[in-house]
């Protein structure tokens, strides 16, 4: 809409063409010449004139001032009572500013009985400029400023006071020229009517004009004139309307122009407005101090490189003391698309304000847009790399613009109340955000539909849902739900930052955070700050996994999530009645032998002497004795690393390994406990369903290097340990040349190849022989109490 902002006043040149050069020269020729000398002539023919050898001259005073003279070659009375006036001249005194208009023909007839006055033959004046336009002069006009008037079978009644011809009329003035065919007089209303085919042509201000108009009326007395079917052409540039209405001031002035019924601006390479109303205020140098367009406002400017099309139902425009536009008000279903190559703009609200600059003489640009009543702006690019497009609302949003070349840009934009942010990727990423307020800026020197967001900011309840393609073909779409208090969108990072009780979740997760970041590119993201992570199953089966830590660290293509321990408080993971906590725990998809599976490793984040992971797991309930009917007890391990691999089912533990229970300890230096297949039908439903965690009840324990077990009033040593939880047993072997020893308070000490016990009972089986002479060796040492 930038043409009609900077245009408008060419409006104000058509009305001033008319009414200085058509308008009053033909009043002052029909007021002064038709209804004073006319009318006074016939009377006074013969009173007072001097013959002289070249004709005669009459000359009429008011109060010692003349008024008016008339010259003529030759008169003559004829005796019916017609006056005939040959090669006559007049010269119009008396008009405030001292000027004098002169009236000439070659004759001129008057009917006394009918009171009918007729120019025979062309008429020629030449009239002074209005006393607005010329000021006030020395009687002696400028030729410049003269206001030439020619037309032909003029006929003066003086009964009706109506001065008409029929005839075709040509006026020139200040490099303007123009003409019409017919035109009325009425000296008593002051009414002045061109009748057709008005035409005007030259150049104003240095600028080609051309003004055509099919009708024209001026009422001198409301100082009104009006114009039908008026088009005004300038430089491409044109306006027109089916009727138009142009108010002038005491000083004949143009202070208003008004049209109405299929009202056109138009200008070369800025497009078309239409509407059905056009009011425009000028000030009192002739340029537009206000606009208003109204009716049904459609816009268009269709070129091989553009097309801007809009709608409204009013447009309001402010200029300022020279003419230049300043803002402008467009209300009722506002609507502005713009597609230039590849990228789209669109902009669609109630109400858009707009702040406007004049960045170069005669260039008039946008600086800054509010658009309020469900605003929405959208920018679109369908270039090489794919479609990709991002949509702007909220109640009020505030876009500001700065030129670029020849062209303007957007380079930030404001939203407050209800903002949504809606992006779509080339990739096929879809993500739309909510909040209070919006904050963006735009990265420069991106063409127009294709702007990319280089910083956004949304404040206020904010809330997220972002869609994404599976990670291979085939896969489901991965859908992501976040909140938080504030959001911020890194552009050149191409990462989205929510920080103030953050919480993500998709099908199979949830996280609580402070603050969590994420790339929109890769998918990883970033946790800190109270992390919370729930794992659920797809199918919604079985407990979810838990974690809590300091941060956390996902990357989406290798399939990983490592999670951080801080402040002296470990990462902690558990699911039912299992757990582990370690300085970093890392979940992450592997593929063995082909089959993708998840694999927990939880470890310290320095060497260490110390053990730092400690875990809880469950342990399978007896087959048979007393402790039957229990559901087993949990199960203590400590050590510096665990792995634990789903499919295989296996926790292992490695470094200085402490593995506690209710009925004793065990050390070694590395441990394995296998845990149970899950169960089948009913019992499912108690089994957890999710995977990558050592859930599920220890079956078996296998323990090596450096093994001690401790319970209750004994002690075992050895190198190898097994353990079986359903019967309790636990089997023991030595290394080479070291057998297995047990110290027991009241058996003493036991060795042999293999020793097998119980928790809760006090028996010993030894077995096993020497490996070297296959000779069975039992060794009993018993204690005597002194």
């Known amino acids: ?236 540039e044109s306006v027109s309307g089916d009727r138009a209405v142009v108010r002038m001031g005491a000083d004949s002035q143009p202070e208003r122009l008004e049209a109405q019924g299929h009202v056109v601006l138009a200008g070369a390479g800025r497009g078309t407005m239409t509407g059905d109303k056009l009011d425009v205020g000028l000030n009192a140098a002739g340029q537009p101090k206000d606009a208003h367009l109204w009716g049904g406002v459609q816009y268009k400017d269709v070129t091989a490189v553009k097309n801007a099309t809009g709608a409204a139902q009013d447009v309001r425009v402010s200029f300022d003391g020279a003419g230049r536009p300043t803002h402008a008000l467009v209300t009722g279903g506002v609507r502005m698309d713009e597609a230039a190559g590849t990228g789209t703009r669109s902009l669609k ?123 291979t073909a085939g896969s489901a779409v991965r859908v992501e739900h976040a909140s938080a208090d504030t959001a911020v969108f890194d552009g050149d990072a191409n990462k989205l930052t929510m920080t103030g009780g953050v919480q993500v979740s998709d099908a199979t997760s949830v996280v609580l955070a402070d603050t969590v970041g994420m790339d929109r590119g890769t998918g990883d993201s970033t946790a800190d700050g109270n992390v919370r992570v729930s794992y ?72 260490g002497e110390v053990p730092v992971v400690r875990a809880v797991l469950v342990s399978e309930k007896p087959a048979t004795g007393a402790k039957a009917k229990s559901d087993g007890g949990a199960v203590r391990i400590s050590g510096h690393e665990m792995v634990y691999t789903e499919g295989a089912r296996t926790v292992v533990f490695r470094g200085r390994v402490k593995v506690e229970d209710r009925d004793g300890t065990m050390n070694a230096q590395e441990a394995t406990a296998f845990l149970a297949e899950k169960a089948a039908g009913a019992a499912a439903a108690k089994t957890p369903g999710v995977g990558g965690f050592p859930a599920g009840r220890v079956e078996r324990m296998v323990a090596a290097g450096a093994v001690q077990v401790e319970q209750p009033g004994r002690k075992a040593t050895g190198e190898q340990l097994v353990y079986t939880a359903a019967d309790q047993t636990f089997v023991m072997t030595g290394g080479k040349g070291v057998p297995p020893k047990m110290v027991d308070e009241e058996k003493g000490t036991i060795t042999g190849a293999t020793l097998r016990f119980r928790s809760g009972d006090k028996s010993v089986m030894i077995s096993g022989g020497d490996a070297s002479t296959g000779a069975q060796r039992v060794h009993g040492e018993s204690k005597v109490k002194q």
């Open 1 to 236: 809409m930038r043409f009609t902002l900077g245009k408008l006043r060419v409006v104000v040149v058509a009305g001033a063409v008319l009414l200085v050069a058509v308008v009053a020269g033909f009043v002052w020729y029909g007021q002064h010449s038709a209804r004073q000398w006319f009318k006074r002539l016939p009377k006074q023919l013969g009173v007072d004139i001097k013959q002289e050898t070249n004709g005669f001259t009459y000359s009429q005073s008011v109060k010692g001032k003349t008024v008016f003279t008339v010259h003529a070659s030759k008169e003559v009375e004829h005796s019916n009572g017609k006056i005939t006036l040959h090669d006559a001249g007049i010269i119009l005194y008396g008009r405030q500013d001292g000027k004098a208009d002169r009236i000439h023909g070659a004759q001129f007839e008057f009917d006394r009985p009918s009171g009918v006055m007729t120019a025979v033959g062309d008429v020629y004046i030449d009239l002074a400029a209005p006393a607005g336009k010329a000021g006030v002069g020395s009687g002696k006009d400028d030729e410049s400023k003269l206001i030439h008037v020619k037309t032909s079978g003029l006929v003066f009644n003086q009964k009706t006071r109506v001065a008409a011809t029929d005839e075709g009329i040509e006026f020139a003035a200040e490099g303007l020229k123009g003409t019409a065919v017919g035109a009325d007089y009425d000296s008593g209303s002051g009414v002045v009517v061109l009748r057709s085919q008005v035409h005007v042509t030259g150049v104003r201000d240095g600028r080609p004009v051309d003004l055509v108009a099919s009708h024209a009326v001026m009422d001198r007395t409301g100082n009104v004139a009006n114009l039908t079917d008026a088009k005004y052409v300038s430089n491409g």
């Open 349 to 471: 609200a109630e109400r858009v304000e707009m702040a406007l600059t004049e960045v170069v003489k005669g260039r008039v640009e946008v600086k800054e847009t509010t658009a309020t009543g469900g605003a929405v702006l959208r920018m679109a690019d369908a270039g090489a790399k794919g479609r990709s497009a991002t949509d702007l609302s909220g109640d009020t949003l505030t876009a500001r613009f700065a030129a670029d070349g020849k062209k303007e840009r957007i380079t930030g934009l404001n939203g407050v109340g209800h903002t949504v942010v809606h992006q779509v990727g080339v990739k096929g990423a879809e993500e739309t955000s909510s909040g209070d307020t919006l904050e963006i800026s735009f990265k420069p020197g991106v063409k127009a539909g294709a702007e990319e967001i280089q910083r956004a900011v949304q404040r206020g309840s904010v809330k997220t849902v972002r869609s994404a393609p599976g990670k």
């Open 536 to 607: 659920m199953a797809e199918d919604g089966k079985g407990e979810p996994v838990h974690v809590t830590s300091a941060r956390a660290v996902e990357k989406h293509s290798a399939g990983t999530a490592e999670f951080f321990g801080g402040a002296g408080k470990d990462a902690r993971m558990w699911q039912g009645g299992s757990q582990v906590e370690a300085p970093v725990l890392l979940l992450e998809d592997v593929k063995e032998a082909g089959v993708e599976k998840r694999r927990l490793t939880a470890h310290g984040d320095v060497a």
